[in-house]
């Protein structure tokens, strides 16, 4: 029995190829800074507490400005 012939599956939407820049002699690759925050132990907590919530980026980031406000706070009263 002869197999129907197979097509190359078609390239999912939005799927696009990564475009290389060419990098030139004598340039170095910058990194990108890292930031401090405290998203991945609010995450933490978060699902100890409500497994099955998540939390939006803008969420995130009042936590994170609520974490080290706190932290300041404290900082501050103990010096």
């Not at 029995?1 to 910058?30: F, L």
């Amino acid at each position: 029995m002869p197999e129907p012939a197979k097509s190359a599956p078609a390239p999912k939407k939005g799927s696009k190829k990564a475009v290389t820049k060419t990098q030139k002699k004598g340039d170095k690759k910058r990194r990108k800074s890292r930031k401090e925050s405290y998203s991945i132990y609010v995450y933490k907590v978060l699902k100890q507490v409500h497994p099955d919530t998540g939390i939006s980026s803008k969420a995130m980031g009042i936590m994170n400005s609520f974490v080290n406000d706190i932290f300041e706070r404290i900082a501050g009263e103990a010096s």
